[in-house]
């Protein structure tokens, strides 16, 4: 296994292939735990300005990571400050998403690492992550990383579709930030 390319800052011109892995990603990974109907509707047009909106923010709310396999993007990662008001982090990893090609190769714990120093930058050096209560290889992803499970809650993602989520969480990013 060849080290992963250390993840790179997105920019503008990655919005594309960002909405490409989104939708890409969702469709393997959520398979059997989402309805075909959904995932199906997905379109990666759909995403590409919101991604272009996030990359070029001028309040940079969001930092943006991305992973590079082969010249193009395999995976990405965005991060910030956290959305609940739960006191007990203050960064949230929003979203990780990598081609399944492009798993079990470092690139998810690197984009893991890239945000939890982005954010101790920002003065945010605990973290929360929001991942579907059935994706049982992201949690078990996230407990090697030294995620703490917190607590669940559902998640309503429209057209009578709701799902639980779980989250962990990180007290001390310092051991992801080597």
């Known amino acids: 296994m060849a080290a992963p390319l250390t993840p790179r800052l997105a920019m503008l011109d990655d919005a594309a292939d960002i909405a490409r892995v989104h939708v890409a990603s969702w469709r393997t990974t959520y398979s059997g735990l989402l309805p075909d109907r959904y995932l199906d509707a997905m379109d990666a047009r759909d995403y590409e300005e919101s991604w272009a909106r996030t990359i070029r923010d001028p309040f940079?709310?969001?930092v943006v990571f991305v992973a590079e396999e082969a010249g193009r993007v395999a995976g990405f990662a965005s991060c910030g400050q956290e959305r609940d008001g739960d006191a007990r982090y203050d960064g949230e990893l929003y979203a990780i998403y990598l081609l399944r090609?492009?798993?079990r190769r470092g690139h998810g714990?690197?984009?893991v690492e890239a945000a939890a120093a982005a954010l101790a930058l920002?003065?945010?050096t605990s973290m929360v992550v929001w991942v579907l209560r059935g994706n049982a290889p992201?949690?078990?992803f996230y407990e090697r990383?030294?995620?703490t499970y917190l607590r669940?809650?559902?998640l309503d993602m429209g057209?009578?579709?709701v799902v639980p989520e779980v989250a962990y969480f990180w007290s001390d990013t310092a051991a992801l930030r080597r």
């Open 60 to 62: 940079r709310r969001s």
């Open 101 to 103: 090609e492009a798993q």
């Open 109 to 111: 714990r690197a984009l």
């Open 122 to 124: 920002r003065g945010m």
């Open 138 to 140: 992201a949690r078990a």
């Open 145 to 147: 990383l030294g995620g």
């Open 152 to 154: 669940e809650r559902p």
């Open 159 to 161: 057209l009578d579709i």
